[in-house]
């Protein structure tokens, strides 16, 4: 069963900065794409950014165009998210998201993290 663990939520000022991190707990296959989420108090999740197997990356919630960088390892099938520039209204847990081929002509499957709190204080 894969597991996604993530690392390095935590509290901050409002402009400072976190670094997230999030590997895969088992040998995969494959890895198609990978990037996080962000759920707000009584919202659904939402998709971040995201960054595929070729390096692509998406940054699909434009509120954090320019201050969160995503990057990853294929080779250690991990994921970070570095976020700069931090507001009290990106507040949320942050969700590691990834798309995984668990063996050879398996499927695609969308897995996610349990997430970690992120609070940035005015």
């Known amino acids: 069963q894969v597991q996604l663990v993530e690392s390095g939520g935590g509290l901050v000022q409002a402009g400072g900065s976190l670094r997230l991190s999030c590997a895969a707990s088992v040998s995969i296959f494959r890895v198609n794409m990978m990037g996080w989420y962000r759920q707000f108090p009584g919202k659904q999740r939402g998709l971040v950014a995201t960054?595929?197997?070729?390096?692509?990356?998406?940054y699909v919630d434009s509120v954090v165009k320019g201050r969160f960088t995503v990057s990853g390892d294929n080779a250690k099938n991990t994921v970070d998210l570095q976020m700069i520039s931090l507001r009290p209204e990106d507040t949320a847990v942050y969700l590691c998201?990834?798309?995984?081929?668990?063996?050879?002509?398996?499927?695609?499957?969308?897995?996610w993290g349990p997430g970690t709190q992120v609070t940035v204080s005015s």
């Open positions: 998201y990834a798309v995984i081929q668990s063996r050879a002509y398996g499927p695609l499957v969308a897995y």
């Open positions: 960054i595929s197997e070729t390096g692509t990356t998406n």
